[in-house]
C-alpha cells in the first residue's frame, strides 16, 4: 500500500502494519469484496515480510560499513565505504515503519555485520579488526533523519 494512501477515509501511514493487518484480516475470512483471500492474504504477508527483510538488510549493511570505516588501515576505501553508509542509512529511513521495531533483534543484526567485515577484511589482506561483541548502538540512533555518522563510526571504535 503507498505511503498517504487511505481506504474508507482512514489514513495508512504504515503500509507494513497495513499488510499485516489485512492479511490477518483476509485470514479471519473477514467480508472483503475480495477474490481469492488466500492468495491475498499470502501476498500481503510476504510482500510485508519482504519489506522487513529490506530494512533489515539496510542495518546489516550500515553497521558493518560503518566498522570497516572505523578499523580499516587502508585509508584510500574510507571515502567510499562512508557513501556507502550515506546511502544505506537513506533508504532505511525511507522504508523503516515504527510497526517493525519488535521484529528487530539488533544484536542478530549486529552479528551478520561482523560476519560481512570479517570476511571484507579477510578479502582484502587486512587483519580481522576487534568489534564490539553486542551492537554499540541503539535502533534509534540509526534512525535518525540527520544521522551522525562520525558518532557512528566512532561507537565501533575500542
Same mark, same amino acid.
Given at each position: 500500500m503507498p505511503e498517504g494512501t487511505t481506504l474508507a477515509g482512514q489514513?495508512?501511514?504504515d503500509p507494513f502494519a497495513w499488510a499485516l493487518d489485512q492479511a490477518a484480516l483476509l485470514r479471519r475470512g473477514a467480508a472483503l469484496a475480495v477474490s481469492g483471500r488466500g492468495a491475498l492474504g499470502d501476498f500481503l504477508e510476504a510482500w510485508a515480510a519482504e519489506l522487513l527483510a =529490506?530494512? +533489515?538488510s539496510q542495518i546489516v549493511n550500515l553497521l558493518a560499513h560503518a566498522a570497516k570505516v572505523? =578499523?580499516? +588501515?587502508n585509508p584510500g576505501v574510507i571515502g567510499h565505504w562512508r557513501s556507502e553508509c550515506?546511502?544505506?542509512h537513506d533508504k532505511l529511513?525511507?522504508?523503516y515503519r515504527p510497526s517493525m521495531r519488535d521484529k528487530i533483534?539488533?544484536?542478530?543484526?549486529?552479528r551478520r555485520a561482523q560476519r560481512k567485515a570479517f570476511a571484507s577484511f579477510e578479502d582484502h589482506g587486512e587483519p580481522r579488526p576487534r568489534l564490539p561483541a553486542r551492537c554499540p548502538i541503539a535502533l534509534d540512533d540509526l534512525l535518525e533523519e540527520a544521522l551522525d555518522l562520525d558518532r557512528l563510526v566512532d561507537s565501533f571504535r575500542n
Open positions: 489514513a495508512l501511514d =529490506t530494512v +533489515r572505523a =578499523t580499516t +588501515r550515506v546511502e544505506f529511513v525511507d522504508l533483534d539488533l544484536d542478530m543484526l549486529w
